[in-house]
Every structure is written in structure tokens, then in C-alpha cells.
């Protein structure tokens, strides 16, 4: 089945500074790479997503980057804010079905 | 998009009763789906459930363990039966909505249980 690392699992960063979150996935079938913040005691939202037919995707201060052939997409924060504090999950969807396959998560913790 | 509540927001309940956590969404849905939250960890997929038909359960959940209902388009309940403290999670519905000629995944808030 589908496997989806995440890194880094926690990540620390001053008002201002950009975030990188990384993720990679095992199978080569999956098309629809979508990213979740969770904030504390709320449920996942959708923030940004990509397909496998586009490269990057961007929305204001988030965007996202997917190499298909290294099976590797990253979630990019620029300006980072104190609400961006969160986790974030990447995922995957296993044979290109709807069913999703998640990241372990990573607490991003933007300082003042 | 999609408005996605869920009743009840949180629950204490005792070992060995059930509980049921109802989902609902604001517009009419083909694919829902019950995700399990165990504290500090990630998103693990129940079940999917489409209206009109069984719910197909991933590797590690069973019926018996955790039926679903889907009697329509907006709406779907999940069962947590006979319960132990290792129940003890957030559950989350979701749901896959048309977006830009393709799909998109939306979260309920979910639904805080502790086994006691």
C-alpha cells in the first residue's frame, strides 16, 4: 500500500522566515497530493493542494512543488506568521483512488 | 467546499458501551469517509462509506467494531462498540466534493471521545 513520509516532525521558525515541509510517497499511481492544517482542537483543513499534472501550485504566501518522479512534494510558507502555528499533514491517494494516505504530521511553531 | 458538522463535538464514555457520532454535510455527497485520530498521531481511514451500499473498511477495522450507516446524501453515522480505553481518539468525517473538473477532501471539526 500507499506509504507517505513527512519531515521535519517539528520545525521552528521566527516571524517572517519561510517553512519548508517535505513529504515523499511509494506509489507511483498517486495523483492527488493535498495539504491539511490542523489547528488545535479543530479538524484538518484543506489549505492547498497539486496534481500530478501540474508542477507547482500557488496561493498566496503557501504554494506547493510535486516531482513526480522522485514521488517527493513540498508545502512552502513564506512570510510566516504567528497563526501559521499548527500541524501540517501532507497527503496521497493510494492507486489514484479517493481515499487519502497521510504524512505523520509536522508542528510548525512560528515565534514573535 | 462543504460544511461538515458532527454531534457530538466530545463524549467520556465507560468501557464496554457505544457510542454514535453522527455526520453531516450541507450539500449532497457520493463519497464520505471516517477517519481516526489517536492522540498526537495522524489520520488513519475507518471506512469508506457510500450512500446506497456497505461500507468498505480498511485493514484493522471490522463491522462489528465500528458499523456505519449512510441512509442518504448528507449524513452518516459511525458506531464505536463496545468500547475500551484504547477508543480513545478524535473521529472525523469527510467528505470528497467536485472541484476544478476533479475532487477535493473536506474535514468535519470531529468528535473528541475518552474511554474510561
Known amino acids: 500500500g500507499e506509504n507517505v513520509e513527512q519531515h521535519p516532525s517539528t520545525l521552528s521558525v521566527q516571524e517572517g522566515d519561510s517553512a519548508v515541509i517535505k513529504c515523499t510517497y511509494s506509489?507511483?499511481?498517486?495523483?492527488?497530493f493535498p495539504w491539511y492544517k490542523q489547528e488545535l482542537g479543530k479538524g484538518p483543513q484543506l489549505i492547498i493542494d497539486i496534481r500530478s499534472n501540474v508542477g507547482e501550485k500557488k496561493d498566496q504566501r503557501i504554494a506547493v512543488t510535486l516531482n513526480k518522479t522522485a514521488k517527493h512534494f513540498s508545502l512552502h510558507i513564506t512570510e510566516t506568521q504567528p497563526e501559521d502555528s499548527a500541524v501540517y499533514f501532507c497527503?496521497?491517494?493510494?492507486?489514484?483512488?479517493?481515499?487519502?494516505?497521510f504524512g505523520k504530521g509536522t508542528m510548525l511553531l512560528v515565534s514573535p | 467546499s462543504a460544511v461538515i458538522s458532527q454531534k457530538p463535538s466530545r463524549d467520556i464514555c465507560q468501557r464496554g458501551t457505544s457510542l454514535t457520532i453522527q455526520c453531516q454535510v450541507d450539500s449532497q455527497v457520493t463519497m464520505m469517509f471516517w477517519y481516526r485520530q489517536q492522540p498526537g498521531q495522524s489520520l488513519t481511514l475507518i471506512a469508506t462509506a457510500n450512500q446506497g451500499s456497505e461500507a468498505t473498511y480498511e485493514s484493522g477495522f471490522v463491522i462489528d467494531k465500528f458499523p456505519i450507516s449512510r441512509p442518504n446524501l448528507t449524513f452518516s453515522t459511525l458506531t464505536v462498540s463496545n468500547m475500551s480505553p484504547e477508543d480513545s481518539s478524535i473521529y472525523l468525517c469527510?467528505?470528497?466534493?467536485?472541484?476544478?473538473?476533479?475532487?477535493?477532501?473536506?474535514f468535519g471539526p470531529g468528535t473528541r471521545l475518552t474511554v474510561t
Open positions: 497527503a496521497a491517494n493510494p492507486s489514484g483512488y479517493s481515499t487519502l494516505t
Open positions: 469527510s467528505v470528497e466534493v467536485p472541484a476544478g473538473g476533479s475532487y477535493e477532501q473536506y
Open positions: 506509489d507511483s499511481a498517486s495523483n492527488y
